[in-house]
């Protein structure tokens, strides 16, 4: 696994990447929308927690691509299940959308990352 940092972080800044898939700061940001707003601050202080996200996201990303790679995306089913599962991210009319969070500050040393 590398990761790569520039002096300017942003959106598409690639914080780890595998021959099949990259994770970016918009992809982690984005993932943690999923975590109510009041425990967000909670999960970002926490290293451990930060790292499982980030495993977690590079797992899903390289199953993805395998699916992609073999074609599984054109299969009728597995494309219904895909769009119901898309559809699950609206909020509720009752719910006010989630709000977007901001990624903590990242730095890479070789290949591992480091939170700042």
Do not use: Y
């Amino acid at each position: 696994m590398a990761c790569f940092v520039a002096p300017a972080f942003g959106a598409e800044q690639i914080l780890l990447e595998t021959k099949q898939a990259k994770v970016t700061i918009s992809d982690f940001e984005a993932s943690l929308v999923r975590i109510p707003e009041e425990n967000r601050a909670e999960v970002l202080a926490s290293k451990a927690r930060i790292r499982k996200i980030l495993e977690n996201l590079i797992i899903s990303k390289t199953f993805a691509a395998k699916a992609h790679k073999e074609g599984l995306d054109k299969d009728p089913a597995l494309r219904k299940q895909m769009d119901l599962a898309a559809e699950m991210f609206w909020p509720r009319p009752d719910q006010p959308p989630a709000q977007g969070a901001q990624a903590p500050r990242f730095q890479c040393t070789g290949a591992r990352i480091v939170l700042g």
